[in-house]
């Protein structure tokens, strides 16, 4: 039973081009982040989402836009995609407001390519 | 300042090997420390938690000292099963990681 599920694994689209990316959680959490990792595997955040509301945007450009229809659910949708888009985007959440102690529970992540 | 930096190694270590990594945080207010583990083309995958008294889970190790603000994670006798790289977490922060390679 997958815990966090995100679609599709692998997207390969055009510059210019918009796309989105799904994830939803079945473990009663209620909060949903959005990481991405970089060709430099950092991993940064991007987006916070606590019961559908936007707690955190760590600045982000605008072209991406995150949506939460419900707090199981937190979908990002990417606008005008740029070659430096490319990357491995990973969903997440987490029981509480935050990590607290029991940390964050990773999708297995979306590689998207830009071309 | 970065949030969170880590030595990004690569450690290469022999089995049966002892091996530390350790991991700063510039902001002092931080509550939540992890440590996770990340295999080649996977995600990231929590190994433990680290609490402000140190914890220990079979031959993992992690401590936290808030007054010098820094984590370490010590892993004993290596097993080759041990490769992978080790993310140092505080807050929503991660660290670029810490790649480990166990030889035989």
């Known amino acids: 039973d997958t815990a966090v599920s995100q679609t599709p694994k692998y997207l390969v689209t055009q510059m210019g081009n918009d796309k989105s990316i799904k994830c939803e959680q079945n473990l009663g959490h209620d909060t949903m982040y959005w990481y991405k990792q970089d060709s430099k595997k950092f991993l940064k955040i991007m987006f916070s989402y606590n019961n559908k509301e936007l707690i955190i945007n760590e600045t982000v450009p605008n072209r991406f836009s995150p949506k939460s229809p419900d707090k199981a659910h937190l979908n990002l949708h990417i606008n005008s995609l740029e070659l430096g888009d490319s990357a491995v985007y990973f969903c997440a959440s987490s029981p509480g407001t935050g990590p607290g102690i029991y940390g964050y529970t990773f999708g297995s992540g979306t590689r998207l390519t830009v071309v | ?104």
């Not at chain 2, 270590?13 to 902001?27: D, I, K, L």
């Open chain 2, 1 to 104: 300042r970065k949030e969170v930096e880590q030595d990004p190694g690569p450690f290469n270590v022999p089995e049966g090997a002892t091996v530390a990594f350790n991991c700063t945080y510039s902001n002092s207010a931080s509550q939540s420390f992890f440590w996770y583990r990340q295999d080649c083309r996977k995600e990231p995958k929590l190994l433990m938690s680290v609490y402000s008294s140190g914890n220990e889970d079979g031959r993992f190790t992690a401590q936290l000292n808030r007054a010098s603000q820094y984590i370490s994670l010590l892993i004993r006798d290596s097993k080759l099963s041990d490769s992978a790289t080790y993310l140092c977490v505080v807050n929503l922060f991660f660290g670029k990681g810490t790649r480990l390679s166990v030889i035989a």
